[in-house]
């Protein structure tokens, strides 16, 4: 397990400095399914290297990824989840807040996460016991969910899904940064209390696994656990929290 995450911690980084060195050279945009879902030639040139370096060490592993319809249940087998740019239209408008995330998972337990925030060169990663931001451990924030903001999709909180914006009231108010993996970092680093999205697999699965040391859960907005195997609407509190956001979230 530790190889396992030595190697996919370097394979990460790696694939971030090739985002830095070739991001400049002109972008080959499509849209999936519409014009505010992009993908680059980059998105999918990282997810191949990754694959790559996974498939050649590890061959019996399976792969639930973004890109090419790479599809697994992460219930069975060993089984990597990965985003290869997450926040590609911030990639291709801004050339900042994104993020490369990778998680592991062994017959349905998650083992270890990765979200590397690409331009500023943080690694964020954790085995569900401890936390770190590069090499520095970093301990649980301590929050009061009235006195902090909250990471929000921006349809569904101008929209008041589920209670969004009603629950919104009773924080100091919300931010928007249009990347599943630069919130988690701004989770793990006490920045914001939540954050409530629409969200797959793989925009959710590091940041759950590295965020369970702090005590925090993920949760379908219905109710239960995600299920790992299409776009659902999540949030993401400490646990000691779920209670008090569901007086609001329904």
């Not at 290297?49 to 319809?69: R, T």
């Not at 995330?101 to 979200?115: H, L, S």
């Not at 954050?195 to 219905?222: C, H, K, Q, R």
């Amino acid at each position: 397990m530790k190889n396992k995450l030595a190697l996919a911690k370097e394979w990460t980084v790696e694939a971030g400095q090739y985002i830095r060195d070739n991001m400049n050279y002109e972008l080959e945009i499509d849209e999936k399914t519409n014009h505010t879902d992009l993908v680059t030639n980059m998105d999918k040139s990282v997810q191949d290297k990754l694959v790559s370096h996974i498939k050649g060490k590890f061959p019996e592993d399976n792969i639930l990824a973004e890109e090419n319809n790479l599809r697994h249940s992460v219930e069975k087998g060993n089984v990597w989840v990965i985003d290869p740019i997450d926040g590609t239209s911030n990639f291709v408008s801004q050339k900042d807040n994104f993020a490369i995330m990778v998680a592991y998972f062994e017959n349905g337990v998650g083992k270890f996460g990765i979200i590397l925030d690409v331009m500023k060169e943080n690694l964020y990663w954790g085995d569900g016991k401890k936390v770190f931001r590069n090499n520095d451990e970093l301990q649980k924030p301590k929050l009061n969910l009235k006195h902090s903001v909250i990471g929000v999709n921006s349809y569904m909180y101008r929209t008041n899904d589920h209670g969004l914006l009603d629950y919104s009231e009773n924080t100091l108010g919300v931010r928007i940064l249009g990347s599943a993996g630069i919130e988690y970092t701004k989770l793990i680093e006490g920045k914001i209390s939540g954050y409530f999205s629409n969200l797959s697999p793989w925009d959710y699965a590091a940041g759950t696994i590295i965020l369970s040391a702090f005590d925090y859960v993920t949760e379908a907005i219905l109710g239960g656990n995600p299920k790992y195997d299409g776009r659902e609407k999540v949030f993401t509190v400490e646990k000691s929290n779920i209670a008090l956001v569901r007086e609001f979230i329904n």
